[in-house]
């Protein structure tokens, strides 16, 4: 008896060491995790400059006017709309013909567009925010006719288009940021790790890619013995952001109480469920809170006065504009396309602009024109 009793003595000590040294080990897993995550969203906040994120450092202009046709995912997403808008303000200073058509987000309105300008025999499309597996074949029958095709903020099936700011990985990017600033935020906040809603929009390539970011971020945080969530999952097209997508989010939030982040692929539909969420009393700030992409000027506002979005991935619309027709212009001396320096910043409370949405740090159209030799 006496030898049993040692031996089980002698078991339990064992056990307990084990489990010491496991906690011990997860411990320093999760705070090596921590330190990483700190690190990145620092780094991710911190202003961009023209030496962390050029200009090309040379132009290739092309000779004689152009003709130009610019189609956005809809004008009525500003996500959308401010690129188009800085494509056809950099054409004119190059003093080409550039016009917008805008599909609304209608597919068959975008395969129209892109139809009728190849009949009028254009010298290029340049797209936003429209992937080019949903229109191939229109734009294999652009391409055919040598009509050169760039689009920003898309994928790029088949490499179908000629130029792509920023690459397709940026969002990939961005949704793990996103990850890394709630993991932060809800410990701040709620002294929680973060609990997700992921809602995505299985249109858009860009959004799949932010989604996937974010996953496996939380994949990581689970590793890491860091506590992340993935409590609900849905999906909106971007045609229901203001009609019927909002109720369904707000039913979803409430449905799972113990969620306390809010991801959405993109602003424009950030700010219809935040509202969703306000009239159905469920945006309390100090229970939960939303992350998205686009900085856009209604989001950074909320932001900006500690509402229900803390935080959003900015890319510099402005001069994305100005990097597709600097692309064009290569493409029509018949160089390669450059890397145009758009990458996702951070933009939350501290680091919010004064007012409006999140466009740059620097000016960098100033560069373009000086590179283009243009005023």
């Keep these: 008896m006496a030898l049993l009793a040692c031996l089980m003595l002698l078991t339990t000590a064992c056990g307990s060491a084990q489990s010491s040294q496991t906690s011990q080990t997860n411990s320093a897993a999760s705070a090596a995790f921590t330190t990483k995550v700190t690190a990145d969203v620092a780094a991710a906040t911190a202003p961009q400059t023209p030496t962390t994120n050029p200009v090309p450092a040379s132009a290739s202009l092309s000779t004689g006017a152009k003709k130009i046709v610019i189609i956005p995912c809809s004008m009525a997403v500003e996500g959308c709309a401010r690129p188009a808008r800085s494509t056809q303000e950099a054409s004119r200073l190059l003093g080409w013909d550039a016009t917008i058509d805008d599909p609304a987000s209608d597919s068959t309105k975008i395969s129209a567009a892109i139809q009728r300008a190849v009949s009028r025999k254009v010298d290029a499309i340049a797209l936003t925010s429209i992937d080019a597996a949903a229109v191939q074949g229109d734009i294999k029958s652009a391409r055919d006719a040598g009509i050169a095709v760039t689009c920003n903020m898309c994928g790029n099936k088949d490499d179908l288009y000629e130029s792509l700011i920023p690459a397709l990985d940026a969002n990939n990017k961005a949704g793990y940021l996103l990850g890394e600033f709630a993991f932060l935020e809800a410990r701040k906040r709620f002294n929680s790790a973060p609990k997700f809603i992921v809602l995505t929009d299985p249109e858009f390539d860009t ?146 602009p004064a007012s409006g949405g999140w466009d740059g740090d620097f000016d960098a159209v100033g560069l373009y024109k000086g590179l283009w030799k243009v005023s």
């Design 207 to 352: 959004v799949k890619a932010r989604v996937s970011g974010l996953k496996q971020f939380i994949d990581d945080c689970k590793a890491a013995g860091a506590g992340c969530e993935q409590v609900a999952e849905s999906s909106f097209l971007a045609g229901e952001i203001s009609t019927v997508a909002p109720g369904r989010v707000a039913q979803l939030a409430r449905s799972n109480p113990r969620y306390n982040v809010l991801f959405a692929g993109f602003d424009a539909a950030m700010l219809f469920f935040s509202q969703g969420l306000q009239q159905a009393g469920l945006a309390d700030s100090k229970k939960a809170f939303g992350i998205s992409v686009d900085a856009d000027v209604a989001n950074t506002e909320m932001i900006r006065k500690g509402g229900f979005q803390a935080a959003s991935i900015g890319f510099a619309f402005g001069r994305a504009g100005y990097g597709q027709v600097d692309n064009l212009n290569r493409i029509f001396s018949g160089q390669k396309p450059q890397d145009q320096g758009v990458t996702g910043k951070l933009v939350t409370a501290e680091n919010a």
